[in-house]
């Protein structure tokens, strides 16, 4: 998989968050987004994502095949951040099942391996609305690690994640990055110090 930008740029109203962006991200392969707060890394995200269209420029996302049409890109990747919600009024195993009626389980991988995986098989019956912050984490990090798909975006994964949490996190991670692609968005360098390619977001204000 690849996703290419080519002179990208998102503006709200009459402020530029990001312009002239040019950048080709390739798979297998792990790239971090760094700036400070307000400097664009979850906007770029959704960008990269297809949830927001860039102000000017393109994305484009190619497969060893072909070029994928951007409302089927969705298919494709996983996706952790932390505006994303989860269905409180699901128990666990309702959503393990009702999210893998969507999407596809890795190979060898059932419902009950992740929860054990995300350290939450004592929960499987408990609403996830009674769920901890860092339990909802685990939760959606597990989602993105154990589904089906090429490219994993994450924007700030270790939120709410106490040490343990983190080192989980850095195990699973390094597993995904041998076969997809990983982009992140991050200040934190326990989250990143991984990824090949570090790009400040400060050089394309």
């Not at 959606?140 to 270790?158: I, M, N, R, W």
């Not at 343990?164 to 597993?175: A, D, F, N, S």
Request: charged share 20%; glycine share 6%.
């Amino acid at each position: 998989m690849q996703i290419e930008l080519k002179d990208v740029g998102k503006k709200f109203y009459r402020e530029w968050i990001f312009r002239k962006v040019t950048l080709t991200f390739t798979s297998p392969g792990a790239y971090v987004f760094v700036g400070p707060n307000g400097s664009g890394k979850s906007t770029l995200m959704l960008v990269l994502t297809g949830v927001l269209p860039p102000t000017h420029g393109t994305v484009m996302y190619k497969t060893d095949t072909q070029t994928l049409a951007e409302d089927t890109f969705y298919r494709y990747q996983s996706v952790v951040a932390p505006y994303m919600e989860v269905i409180e009024e699901f128990t666990l195993k309702e959503l393990l099942e009702f999210h893998f009626s969507f999407k596809k389980l890795l190979p060898s991988y059932t419902t009950a391996r992740i929860m054990e995986l995300t350290y939450l098989e004592k929960s499987a019956h408990k609403y996830i609305k009674q769920f901890s912050s860092g339990m909802k984490q685990r939760l959606k990090l597990g989602l993105a690690f154990y589904t089906q798909s090429e490219v994993l975006f994450l924007d700030e994964p270790c939120a709410n994640l106490d040490a343990q949490g983190i080192q989980w996190y850095r195990q699973e991670v390094q597993k995904v990055l041998q076969h997809k692609l990983v982009i992140i968005g991050s200040n934190q360098s326990y989250e990143y110090d991984f990824c090949e390619r570090v790009i400040s977001l400060e050089q394309y204000k």
